[in-house]
């Protein structure tokens, strides 16, 4: 079974400039988050979606952050503009009902770099 | 959410029995107890889940007492591949990581 896929692995960019990721969750899973990770801390929960809604966005910064889940599968976090401070490692996650509550199975991260 | 308190890092030796305690004063009725890791560069892995008293699977045990203010992930004869940070999520919908305990063993 595949795990949780995110692109870009890396992504440098300048201030100010617009920067998108993207994550396929394992199949068949309906619950979708994304995190965002900075160093020596744990991950913080930008949002989360249940199938196409997003069920929990407080934590988004809206000014600046976006993110669309279109048919419920795949999703796409988008940052416009960049500031210094988004420099941290993007999570996605997904999971199912399943034996275990909110048991998820994370990606590898988009390491974000903003110069 | 209800948040969590554990240990910033540990030291143990390789072969040792290792417990980390969480406490989780504030956790809700219907709330469960779940203990991640995270290796260097890698997203966070679920190592287990309980509800009360005690769980055991491959990787670990997790005990919790009756007021459920706090649970204790035991890890056996630790590896050196066991070296990572440890996170426990005690709250409404499991969401709050908290900065972990990394977990140093020594050779």
């Known amino acids: 079974e595949a795990g949780v896929v995110q692109s870009p692995r890396y992504k440098i960019i300048e201030k100010k400039q617009p920067v998108a990721f993207w994550c396929n969750p394992i199949?068949?899973?309906?619950?979708l988050y994304w995190y965002r990770q900075n160093l020596g801390q744990g991950p913080e929960l930008l949002i989360r979606?249940?199938?196409?809604?997003?069920?929990?966005d407080s934590q988004l910064p809206k000014d600046r952050f976006s993110a669309e889940r279109l048919k419920g599968v795949d999703s796409t976090l988008k940052i416009q503009p960049a500031e210094l401070g988004d420099s941290a490692v993007y999570l996605c996650?997904?999971?199912?009902?399943?034996?275990?509550?909110?048991?998820?199975?994370f990606g590898p991260g988009t390491r974000l770099t903003v110069t | 959410l209800a948040k969590t308190t554990q240990p910033i890092s540990m030291d143990s030796y390789e072969g040792q029995e290792v417990n980390i305690t969480c406490s989780h004063n504030?956790?809700?009725?219907?709330?469960?107890i779940t203990w991640y890791q995270q290796f260097p560069s890698q997203g966070p892995r679920f190592i287990i889940q309980?509800?009360?008293t005690k769980v055991t699977n491959e990787v670990a045990s997790l005990f919790i007492p009756a007021d459920r203010k706090s649970s204790t992930l035991s890890l056996p004869r630790v590896s050196l591949s066991d070296t990572a940070v440890y996170y426990c999520?005690?709250?409404?919908?499991?969401?709050?990581f908290g900065t972990g305990t990394r977990l140093t063993v020594i050779p």
């Open positions: 999520l005690g709250g409404a919908n499991n969401l709050f």
């Open positions: 504030n956790i809700a009725t219907n709330d469960y």
């Open positions: 996650a997904s999971s199912s009902a399943g034996a275990f509550l909110y048991e998820q199975y």
């Open positions: 309980g509800y009360k």
């Open positions: 979606y249940e199938n196409e809604e997003a069920v929990d």
């Open positions: 199949s068949g899973h309906n619950t």
